[in-house]
């Protein structure tokens, strides 16, 4: 069984950064993809970032392209989302989550934790 466990959350102001983390734990960890996606109040969850494991690839949602990077520490098992140049729609409780093919669904997800953006 796979834990994910997400950390960095808060509040900051427009224009503002944070960085997520989140961190794995369980079995050999060994994901296809590691992904961050949010959940804004009233909306569905959407994908905001994917990162490939192995060969880094990333790939963005249009929202956040060009001001949210994904990476990853594989030796720690960790993946981050440096977040810059926030704005009040990127208010969101955001999730990790990790798949293990490239075409199975994101089967495991961490608690998420809340990103608050002020006007």
């Known amino acids: 069984q796979v834990q994910l466990v997400e950390s960095g959350g808060g509040l900051v102001q427009t224009g503002g950064s944070l960085r997520l983390s989140c961190a794995a734990s369980?079995?050999?960890?060994?994901?296809?993809?590691m992904g961050w996606f949010r959940q804004a109040p009233g909306k569905e969850r959407e994908f905001a970032a994917k990162?490939?494991?192995?060969?880094?690839?990333?790939y963005y949602a249009d929202s956040v392209k060009g001001r949210f990077t994904i990476s990853r520490d594989n030796a720690k098992n960790t993946v981050y989302l440096q977040m810059n140049s926030l704005k009040p729609e990127d208010t969101a409780v955001y999730y990790c989550?990790?798949?293990?093919?490239?075409?199975?669904?994101?089967?495991?997800w961490g608690q998420g934790t809340q990103v608050t953006v002020s006007s």
């Open positions: 989550a990790a798949r293990f093919t490239d075409t199975s669904p994101w089967n495991y």
């Open positions: 369980g079995r050999t960890f060994r994901p296809y993809d």
């Open positions: 990162i490939n494991w192995s060969g880094g690839r990333t």
